[in-house]
């Protein structure tokens, strides 16, 4: 069965450095989405992309977070600096295509961040 | 900003019990769905009910939405211990533009059944 991958899963850093996650969504599908989940509570969305275009970042800390999917398949979200703040589980999810159509999303297994 | 409200924060009961979580929100809506988490992992999708619909089961499961008060319930029957998770509803908005697809996710229902 397909499902969306994401390393690593578990990143620890000290504050100020630079870290990175990797997703590669269902094959396929040409919607992707970054969300971040603090400890307790649901997921929020950071970032969405349909294929390679970026529709959503509006909750992107967009002074230290950056995503990109320059393909429109596997997408890399970036912090730089890290803060004490942006620890959380970091999710990839992706959905069929067609930005229209309220689809399901398949999560992959998340990016525990611990920043130290 | 989260627009579901999920009631009760946390749930605890038997093995055979049946368990219900409850979840409101603010806006329009064009459906609602299911979500559950397992500790330290990601989600996995339920059921999905559209705005039109008012009841549907999948297995186990059964979802109500009630849009004159934007709210819906998830019911566990016959609760198994390997049912112990988180559970989240998700909202799709109907704003349109680059809203669509986006979900909205609630604060979740930690379930603990025991065996």
């Known amino acids: 069965e397909a499902e969306v991958a994401q390393s690593p899963r578990y990143k620890i850093t000290e504050k100020s450095q630079a870290v990175a996650f990797w997703c590669d969504p269902i094959?396929?599908?040409?919607?992707l989405y970054w969300y971040r989940q603090i400890l307790g509570q649901g997921p929020e969305l950071l970032v969405q992309f349909q294929d390679e275009s970026v529709v959503d970042d509006s909750q992107l800390p967009k002074d230290r977070f950056s995503a990109e999917r320059l393909k429109g398949v596997d997408s890399t979200l970036k912090i730089q600096p890290a803060e004490l703040g942006d620890s959380a589980m970091y999710l990839c999810?992706?959905?069929?295509?067609?930005?229209?159509?309220?689809?399901?999303?398949?999560f992959g297994p998340g990016t525990r961040l611990t920043v130290l | 900003s989260q627009q579901g409200e999920e009631d009760p924060q946390a749930l605890s009961i038997q093995e055979g019990e049946n368990a219900t979580m409850n979840c409101s929100y603010k806006?329009?809506?064009?459906?609602l769905q299911w979500y559950r988490q397992n500790s330290g992992r990601g989600l996995v999708h339920l059921i999905l009910i559209r705005s039109n619909e008012r009841e549907k089961h999948s297995g186990r499961l059964r979802v109500t939405l009630d849009t004159s008060k934007k709210s819906s319930s998830l019911l566990i029957t016959a609760s198994r211990a390997a049912d112990t998770a988180s559970y989240f509803c998700?909202?799709?908005?109907?704003?349109?533009?680059?809203?669509?697809?986006?979900?909205?996710f609630g604060q979740g229902t930690i379930l603990t059944v025991h065996p």
């Open positions: 806006t329009s809506i064009n459906n």
């Open positions: 094959s396929g599908h040409a919607t």
């Open positions: 999810a992706s959905s069929p295509p067609s930005a229209r159509s309220y689809n399901e999303q398949f």
């Open positions: 998700a909202t799709a908005n109907n704003a349109g533009g680059t809203s669509y697809g986006k979900l909205t």
